[in-house]
């Protein structure tokens, strides 16, 4: 592969169009590419490898653009290159993405990344295009070239600083770089995937190893205290087995303890009901004596009930006419006050009545009574209780103020008579409301010629004063004009003056800005200095931050497998914390099922001792008479049994009877979860190791944490050494830029100088500064083209005072027509004003005095109506009490009042009548009691100890439930031990297979990663084969190095870990200097500068070799060398360019990019880099 042409276009650090004729320099064999620091060397050789792959080398190819900043933005970037590959000529075209201003409106829109590949297909033929986009062309060049980009960079663009770095590198470095150029992909995915392997077999391992202790002490925690564990041997399946024959002793020991206590418990319970039915019988007979004696002092109240209810049957007839009476009685009383009412509303329209006193002088007295007539009876009237049960008391007393509320009331056709003057006044001032609508027109277009007055006024007064002020405006234009006219005189002399002190200001502002520049060339060149002695501790300081990023990445498998741990300990934790709270719930119900079990117990006792009491009036429900008893035999029956209230049957015996067992059973089962409860939480306890659920999660976030400090640190390892290469390349950056700096500031200093000896020739011959110069000009200037606007403003002047006279003339009529509007306006309004006071008197307006006059006539007529109504009322209420009098007296009352005390509810005589029934049934059930046999024979026995009873029954019931409970717990407990103990043996069924897969993948991994003690090299499998590339690269570079050192110092393959490995797999790759004069070999950090560079630049030479060959790709024709010629002494430079003469054969053409200037001397053949404020240029010589 050749290359021919280079054409740039906006690239990079090349603003305009650049071409570079590589035939032409490659006619010598070798050429120089050289520039000041950043003009854009490294550029040519990125736009060599753009144009062949579509990006640039390094770390540059992360660039946000790579079009020139400085280029106009209308201006794309571009690279065409031609080039010869294995005999084919070709042209590649290509275009990054940049953005470009819109054919339309404002903005910037994308123009895509594009690809051109063209072939000749002879010579002096027609260009045949191949290809046209990006990754056909990318394709069609590794085809040819049988070479990727990064191969290209290192076999065609030797960069030396990298290889240096390649040469003191570990062997973990040194593999990324052969990686890149080799592929071992097959290797490197094979350790990965062992790795892998050997991880995920050590956690399936340690998870059914965590599964199997997990049972074991879940067994230990379902044992509980009480039974006694042996002692743990090798074998878990062996232990579990003793543990599951103690269980079953246990459970056995248990049953027969229950045994015996149930049957103690029914002896003590037959003699506990025993006693207590003997009780029983003795408290009813003793009951019934008591309520016989009672029953004896109860005769007065049967005789009070049976008078009672004869008054109530009498007054039930007079009650119909009292409640009408009560009824009228209230109608007349609320049609008073609906009078009273009226009349109050309507007395400031009513004035005083003929001979009588005004009604607004009433005295409070009397408002008061008409408000509320007979308050004293009416509050006693509805809702009175006894003795007036009916409420008729008040109506004798409420006839007087009836009679005096009447004569109070106004006369009707009086206030009818004052309503109809109301209605008329009315009508009379509807006519006159038009006219108060017609006053406020008037004022409304009185006020409009007011405005329109004061307007007319305001612009009379404006024309006056600009009459007034045009005469002296005028003078003074004209005068402006004459001084305008003289100015446009001066101008010629004006001008050449201004033109020497513009040269001085601008020979000024240079020398400024060389100061200024000499200002800042300083400052880069001390900070160059510093940076120089300062690098150096910062490239140590990252290399030791890369070694302990590393070291912690290594620790991550451990960590996780320890959060691993700690998130199944704080689940064990929250289960513990939840199962606890629910023992204690299941305690509670353990508790409440006991008491309820109790409860029922003693009901079902209860029951059937109820039912033994009522036996014999059970028996007396069955006898029919004639037939013979079935207990005595007799046919008669004079004195059966009765039942003593609410009698037990057999099915409320059987209710109790299963209501009981239900108790029980649900007792059983409370204290069976209890048991379970308590075994889970034991176990969850055991695992979660005494750790509360904060103290877990706190474990768990602490080893959460950890895990994602060191794994930001494992993915922080590449930024570590992409940070210590950039630290390198600045050291190196940082001594060229010093050097070069100092050239500037002394070309920098000899411009300034001559600027200075101008500027003070030009002082000498000119009078006045630039500014005053400039000033006169323009004011001569200014006043010469202001002559021609000030004629025409002139003439306007003139023209304006004309046309404001004749304004003036009209606006004098307009105000005088104005004037008289306005007083015509004023006449038209008095008189309507007077008008529509007369008609509203002293309300506010004619609205106001309708609304008033209608409402006096609306309560008017609504006090006459309500006074007729009452009048009425108060004759029918008269009436209906008489009737009700006569009535009371005709059925033996002595008034109306007697009659109504005397009656009495269905309630009242339905309970009356009750009473006197219940006294008669509850005697003849006391006497039947008392008859009975067996509570006379109970009478007689002496009193049982049921405290006594009591005790021994609830002792013996005590141990029975105690004696279940531990039953229970046995059978709980051995059901659990027996389902662990199955999961015991699964867990250890999928555990030994798992731990022997894990021994063997842990083997294999660590043998293939150089981890383990059979791997005698450390050697990675990668890495040997990597180590046999490294190996020819090293027999390719020795042929160059040889003859480069004159014979001293030869590089060998080392394959022992090199020393800045902290690793234990770096094994395979290290390289070592070996020295002839000493015979001693070196590690390459200890070479000097200039041996670094001609050991580096013969690595990079041989690795070219290795990587042509291994690829198989074309033969490369030409080959370009970057920097690192500085350090050299010149016998060592000769050597080196000897030997990179020699890489001429075959007509090889080598590129030689430095900025020395030694170079300059012995490469004829240049190309130049030209650095400058708006972009960077080209030049061939």
């Not at 592929?183 to 998870?207: G, K, P």
């Not at 101008?491 to 060389?514: F, I, M, N």
């Not at 036996?615 to 079935?630: D, F, K, Q, R, S």
């Not at 609306?858 to 004759?875: G, I, K, N, P």
Request: negative net charge; hydrophobic residues 45%.
């Amino acid at each position: 592969m050749r290359l021919h042409k280079l054409r740039l276009v906006a690239f990079g650090s090349f603003p305009g169009t650049e071409e570079v004729d590589f035939d032409a320099l490659g006619e010598a064999g070798l050429f120089l590419i050289h520039g000041p620091t950043g003009a854009g060397k490294t550029t040519v050789l990125d736009a060599v490898c753009y144009a062949l792959y579509g990006r640039v080398p390094g770390q540059r190819e992360s660039a946000r653009s790579l079009r020139c900043d400085h280029a106009p933005p209308d201006r794309g970037p571009s690279v065409t290159l031609e080039l010869t590959i294995r005999g084919r000529r070709l042209r590649i075209t290509r275009s990054p993405a940049w953005m470009r201003p819109k054919l339309r409106g404002s903005g910037l829109v994308e123009e895509k990344a594009k690809a051109r590949v063209e072939e000749l297909t002879e010579p002096g033929g027609q260009w045949v295009v191949r290809s046209t986009r990006s990754d056909e062309a990318g394709d069609f060049v590794n085809t040819l070239t049988g070479m990727t980009a990064a191969q290209f960079c290192q076999v065609a663009m030797l960069p030396q600083g990298e290889f240096a770095r390649f040469l003191r590198a570990g062997g973990e470095e040194r593999r990324e770089l052969l990686e890149r150029l080799f592929s071992v992909r097959v290797f490197s995915d094979v350790e990965r995937w062992l790795a892998d392997h050997r991880t995920r077999t050590w956690r399936e391992a340690q998870e059914l190893g965590q599964r199997v202790e997990s049972v074991l002490d879940r067994m230990r925690g379902a044992a509980g205290d009480d039974l006694p564990l042996p002692e743990e041997a090798g074998d878990p399946a062996a232990w579990a087995g003793e543990v599951l024959d103690l269980a079953r002793g246990a459970l056995a020991d248990a049953v027969a303890a229950r045994a015996a206590s149930q049957e103690a418990l029914l002896s003590a319970r037959a003699r506990l009901e025993e006693g207590r039915a003997l009780a029983d019988r003795q408290r009813r007979h003793a009951a019934a004596l008591a309520r016989r004696q009672e029953l004896d002092g109860a005769a007065d109240e049967r005789s009070d009930l049976e008078a009672m209810l004869d008054e109530a049957a009498r007054a039930d007839r007079v009650a119909p006419l009292i409640r009408q009476a009560a009824q009228r009685a209230e109608a007349a009383a609320k049609a008073r006050r609906v009078a009273a009412d009226a009349v109050l509303r309507a007395l400031p329209c009513l004035g005083p009545e003929p001979g009588g006193e005004p009604a607004a002088d009433w005295p409070e007295a009397t408002r008061q009574g008409v408000m509320q007539p007979g308050t004293g009876s009416v509050a006693a009237r509805p809702g009175a209780q006894d003795p007036d049960p009916m409420g008729t008391a008040w109506i004798d007393a409420e006839l007087p103020d009836l009679e005096r509320i009447d004569t109070e009331l106004p006369d009707p056709e009086r206030v009818a008579v004052l309503e109809r003057e109301r209605r008329d006044e009315v009508a009379r001032v509807r006519q006159i409301l038009p006219e108060e609508a017609r006053l406020r027109q008037v004022r409304g277009e009185r006020a409009d010629a007011e405005r329109a007055l004061a307007e007319l006024a305001g612009e009379e007064a404006g024309l006056t004063r600009r009459l007034a002020a045009l005469p002296a405006e005028r003078l003074d234009v004209e005068e402006r004009l004459a001084g305008a006219r003289a100015a446009a005189a001066s101008l010629p002399g004006l001008t050449a003056a201004r033109d020497t002190a513009l040269r001085l200001r601008q020979v000024t502002g240079q020398a400024a800005l060389l100061d200024a520049e000499l200002a800042r060339l300083a400052e880069d060149e001390a900070r160059a200095r510093a940076a120089q002695a300062e690098l150096p501790e910062l490239l140590a300081g990252a290399e030791e931050r890369l070694r302990g990023l590393r070291d912690m990445a290594a620790r991550v498998p451990a960590l996780e497998a320890a959060a691993q741990m700690a998130g199944e300990r704080l689940e064990a934790a929250r289960l513990r914390d939840a199962l606890t709270a629910d023992l204690e719930q299941a305690e509670h119900d353990r508790r409440a099922a006991v008491d309820l079990a109790q409860e029922r117990r003693d009901r079902l006792q209860e029951v059937r001792q109820a039912r033994i009491d009522g036996m014999a009036a059970e028996l007396a429900a069955g006898l029919v008479a004639g037939a013979p008893c079935a207990v005595c035999g007799a046919t008669e029956h004079p004195s059966p049994a009765a039942p003593a209230g609410r009698t037990a049957t057999a099915d409320d015996e059987q209710s109790a009877q299963e209501a009981f067992e239900a108790a029980q059973r649900a007792r059983e089962e409370a204290e069976t979860t209890v048991a379970a409860l308590s075994s889970r939480l034991g176990d969850a306890a055991a695992r979660a190791a005494d750790l509360s659920q904060e103290d877990a999660s706190a474990a768990l976030a602490d080893a959460h944490e950890e895990l994602t400090r060191l794994s930001a640190a494992e993915t922080a390892v590449a930024a570590a050494e992409a940070e210590a290469g950039r630290l390198a390349a600045e050291l190196e950056s940082a001594r060229d830029r010093a050097a070069e700096l100092t050239g500037l500031l002394t070309e920098t200093r000899t411009r300034r100088n001559a600027l200075l000896a101008e500027g003070e020739r030009l002082a000498a011959g000119l009078k006045g500064d630039l500014a005053t110069a400039e000033a006169e000009l323009e004011r001569a200037r200014s006043l010469a083209a202001a002559e021609e606007e000030l004629t025409a403003r002139a003439a306007r002047l003139a023209a304006e005072l004309e046309e404001l006279g004749a304004r003036a003339a009209r606006t004098g009529a307009a105000l005088a027509e104005a004037r008289a509007q306005r007083d015509g306006l004023e006449a038209d309004e008095r008189r309507l004003a007077e008008v529509i006071d007369a008609a509203r008197g002293e309300d506010p307006s004619l609205a106001a005095r309708l609304d008033r006059l209608g409402e006096e006539a609306d309560l008017l007529r609504e006090a006459a109506e309500a006074t007729a109504a009452a009048a009425v009322a108060d004759r029918e209420s008269e009436t209906a009490v008489a009737e009700a009098a006569r009535a009371a007296g005709g059925e033996g009352f002595a008034s109306v009042e007697h009659a109504a005390a005397a009656v009495r509810t269905p309630e009242d005589r339905e309970t009356m009548s009750e009473r006197l029934g219940h006294l008669d049934a509850e005697r003849a059930t006391v006497e039947g009691l008392l008859a009975d046999p067996e509570l006379v024979a109970a009478a007689a026995e002496p009193t049982a100890d049921l405290p006594e009873l009591e005790a021994g029954h609830e002792h013996a019931e005590r141990d029975h439930t105690g004696r279940t409970s531990a039953r229970d717990r046995a059978k709980g407990r051995l059901d659990q031990l027996t389902g662990l103990a199955g999961e015991l043996d699964a867990a250890l069924r999928a555990y030994r297979p798992a731990e022997e897969r894990h021994r063997l993948a842990r083997r294999l991994a660590e043998l293939a990663t150089g981890t383990s003690g059979d791997n005698r090299w450390h050697m990675r499998l990668s890495a040997y084969v990597l180590g046999e590339r490294l190996r020819q690269v090293v027999d390719a570079a020795n042929e160059r190095l040889d003859r480069m050192s004159s014979g001293r110092y030869l590089l060998r393959h080392d394959l022992n870990r090199s020393a800045g490995d902290r690793g234990r797999s770096g094994g395979g790759l290290g390289l070592r200097v070996l020295d002839a004069w000493t015979g001693v070999e070196r590690d390459p950090a200890t070479l000097s500068g200039g041996e670094s560079f001609i050991t580096s630049l013969a690595l990079a030479l041989g690795l070219a070799d290795v990587v042509t060959d291994e690829a198989g790709g074309a033969e490369i024709g030409s080959l370009f060398v970057d920097e690192g010629f500085g350090t050299l002494d010149d016998e060592t430079l000769d050597d080196v360019l000897d030997i990179l003469d020699g890489l001429r054969e075959g007509g090889r053409a080598v590129g030689v990019v430095s900025h020395v200037a030694e170079l300059r001397v012995r490469i004829p053949a240049q190309l130049r880099v030209v650095k400058g404020r708006s972009g960077s240029t080209l030049s061939h010589r």
